[in-house]
């Protein structure tokens, strides 16, 4: 088995030291993390190992307060492998902070892992909270993970030795920390001689050169100063090759080809191992010999300067991944909203316009043409928009298919960008055309962050979508107060939902002819924390459009059964009930599971439900549809179509769905008795529901006059006020238990 793979065992099996490595204690690693796994795999990974001749003694703790808490009493723990994200987003950089400012544990080394490169954290944090090194889990492997905690571990063990010397690894940690806050290798680079003369207390008069791989073959040509200080400035970019002190190129020369530290009399040279054998040095000169304390100080420096060169790379490289698109190489997300809140802040926008581009018909266009083709006209459209002139402005791809530009709005407006896509692109040698729907904002008529900018843009994109392909339109405050109202709504559904404050009730359904109750309809309220009725016909569309009406819809059907199984239960005699299904639940893969799983835990007949679906599911497709329900149907579970006459409807589409019953909707029920456009078609639905071996309930019944003149129709059933209006379900036990002497 190849040692670098992880596999989970039991972690007891290392957490006791370690036999055979003699009588000195074990290194104590305290790890910390939230996932069970990673604390089986890191003991595995760790499993027989030793380091510097002692045993490795792991420690667990599974959040950060677990982890401190473990700390107070287990002071000499020498590395904790911290998880960035526990139990909050900032747990890890939490659990940081408090060991080193609360516990004051300055020398306890600290290597940050993490599930993902976009959880890394920023500079900024690294240095304020003295984080040692920083990986991701994936790159953790057994030889990976071993290393790191080798260099960690003779870090803490040389800061210890060296607590005497305590103004030197003062010093050494401050380094540590100034390094990795520094914006790229040449800032780093001053920084090491910086660093190292006030380390043994001589002038910074030195200098840093880099090379490339190809240093191991010929030092001279391929190793260049990137930092020089003090009278030696004037070799800043030369080559080892051009500089004019012998010394200094023979120092260098042997540190780079060796690959080891050079302390002599007069000078000390330091060898930094690099990535792909991007090594560098530094040289710097000494007034006086060195004082043995100062070659151990610099010693415990090279350890700790090592670890933050290759995270000042590690650290420019996840700046990269954040602010730059991998596969087009240009500005992403993060970095236009970066450039926008740039420019509000130094007062550019005045004359400027935000425009989002969005391809039509992409997915269609990957799925028939696959990924690569799909990547490639991406790249063409960004060529073709990198060529237009929008003054300081900036062009970045903002989401999969949708590109942002930021500038002039005389260039930043639907007649300019409308005619960069005129010509067809040449993908693979077929000419394709493309349309982009266009969403903008004047940035004279709006103000706000950069993303709220972006905001109004992707609102604006939104409304063009929804006037149809290649169509364009601007953001105006109106629509923006519209949007976010609907927003506002959602965020409220979804606190509602979540802290139970909508609720069901149920509207009695009555035989048009007897006045018997046959059934029920559950209907879905919400009350506010003030005790205000948000109307269905405003929240029940937002819960559609988010997708929340799914989650939603099934607590209904199960609150439901549940309540018509406890009427059962006391007595009340068995009527239908009748749950409206959105075309949002109906198209889900897992629809008819979710109701088995409803009808089986609460032990509800099927033949006592009946979902109630409108014309909309014929989106889905007729074949599908009908197929669906027909597995409903031989289920016993009865389907009646709502609102019949408000949408599709086709006759064709009616005639080929097998429902129970058609639902005549409250709008032409009201046009019976007051002379309305709609009483004719009320009239006619009756005797075609009946054609096609349906029964027919009228909805939004309210008075005799209307009741009459369906019964005179045919209908066969109704609900209304005339009857009841929609009640709790012990107001409707009570309805019930009143009306069950009247009919036999």
């Known amino acids: 088995m190849d040692d670098d793979l992880f596999e989970f065992i039991d972690a007891a099996s290392v957490a006791a030291p370690l036999p055979g490595v003699g009588e000195r204690e074990p290194w104590r690693i305290l790890v910390v993390d939230d996932d069970p796994d990673v604390h089986e795999s890191t003991a595995y990974g760790l499993r027989g190992l030793d380091i510097e001749g002692r045993g490795l003694h792991l420690l667990h703790a599974h959040s950060g307060a677990e982890a401190l808490a473990t700390l107070r009493h287990e002071p000499e723990v020498a590395v904790i492998l911290l998880d960035v994200v526990m139990e909050t987003e900032h747990a890890g950089l939490a659990t940081v902070s408090a ?74 940690v401050a380094a540590s920390n100034q390094f990795m806050a520094e914006p790229g290798l040449q800032s780093f680079a001053e920084g090491v001689i910086t660093q190292i003369a006030s380390l043994v207390g001589i002038e910074p008069e030195g200098l840093v050169c880099a090379c490339t791989g190809n240093h191991l073959l010929d030092v001279g040509p391929h190793c260049v100063v990137i930092a020089a200080a003090g009278q030696l400035a004037y070799l800043m970019q030369r080559s080892i090759s051009e500089i004019d002190d012998p010394h200094i190129v023979a120092s260098l020369s042997r540190c780079l080809t060796e690959r080891r530290n050079l302390l002599a009399e007069r000078s000390v040279t330091l060898f930094f191992p690099g990535r792909d054998n991007g090594d560098f040095a530094a040289f710097v000169y000494a007034a006086a010999p060195l004082r043995e304390v100062d070659m151990h100080l610099l010693q415990v420096f090279c350890t700790n300067i090592a670890l933050c060169a290759a995270n000042v790379d590690l650290v420019t490289r996840l700046r990269d991944y954040a602010f730059v698109d991998r596969m087009l190489g240009m500005p992403n997300r993060t970095a236009f909203i970066q450039h926008l809140d740039d420019a509000v802040k130094n007062d550019r926008m005045a004359g400027r316009a935000i425009g989002l581009m969005d391809v039509d018909q992409f997915a269609e266009t990957n799925d028939m043409f696959g990924h690569v083709y799909g990547d490639l006209l991406l790249a063409a459209i960004a060529r073709r928009l990198g060529a237009v002139q929008a003054g300081d402005g900036l062009l970045a791809r903002v989401a999969g298919d949708t590109f942002g530009l930021f500038g002039l709005e005389s260039v930043v407006n639907p007649e300019v960008l409308r005619a960069v896509f005129d010509q067809p692109f040449e993908i693979e040698g077929v000419q394709r055309p493309v349309s982009m729907c266009m969403g903008f904002v004047r940035c004279d008529e709006t103000s706000g962050s950069g993303l709220e900018l972006l905001k109004d843009a992707s609102i604006a994109i939104k409304r063009a979508k929804e006037a149809g392909q290649g169509r364009s339109a601007y953001y105006s405050a109106e629509v923006g107060v519209s949007t976010r109202e609907r927003t506002r709504l959602l965020h409220g559904l979804q606190r509602a939902f979540d802290h139970e404050r909508l609720f069901v009730v149920y509207q009695p359904q009555v035989c048009l002819v007897s006045g018997k109750p046959i059934g029920v309809e559950a209907l879905l309220r919400w009350r506010t924390e003030d005790g205000q009725f948000v109307p269905p016909d405003r929240f029940i569309p937002v819960a559609e459009q988010s997708g929340l009406i799914v989650a939603i819809g099934a607590w209904v059907l199960r609150t439901a059964l549940h309540a018509m199984v406890r009427l059962r239960a006391e007595g009340g005699a068995p009527i239908r009930l009748a749950v409206n299904v959105s075309s949002v639940q109906f198209a889900q893969p897992q629809f008819l599971e979710m109701v088995d799983e409803a009808l089986r835990d609460t032990g509800m007949p099927a033949d006592s439900l009946e979902l109630e679906i409108t014309e909309s599911v014929a989106v889905m497709g007729m074949e599908r549809v009908a197929d669906l329900l027909r597995q409903i149907k031989s289920r016993g579970i009865a389907v009646a179509i709502d609102d019949f006459g408000t949408g599709f409807s086709s006759l064709s589409y009616l005639d080929r769905l097998p429902a129970d019953r058609l639902k005549i909707d409250r709008a032409f029920v009201m046009s019976l008795d007051s002379g309305r456009l709609g009483a004719r078609i009320a009239e006619m639905i009756v005797p075609l529901g009946h054609q096609l071996g349906m029964k027919v309930l009228a909805e939004g019944v309210e008075n005799e006059t209307q009741a009459a003149l369906l019964r005179n129709l045919g209908c066969d059933e109704a609900q209304g006020y005339l009857y009841a209006k929609p009640m709790l379900i012990e107001d409707l036990q009570t309805w019930l238990a009143e009306r069950a002497g009247a009919f036999p």
């Open 99 to 172: 060991i080193r400012d609360e516990l004051g544990m300055a020398n306890v080394r600290i290597i940050l892992r993490t599930g993902q490169p976009g959880q890394a954290p920023e500079i900024d944090t690294i240095r304020r909270y003295d984080i040692n090194d920083y990986k991701t889990k994936s790159e953790l492997t057994r030889t990976k993970l071993y290393t790191a905690l080798t260099t960690a571990i003779r870090s803490y063990d040389q800061l210890r030795r060296l607590d005497a010397s305590r103004r030197g690894l003062e010093q050494i």
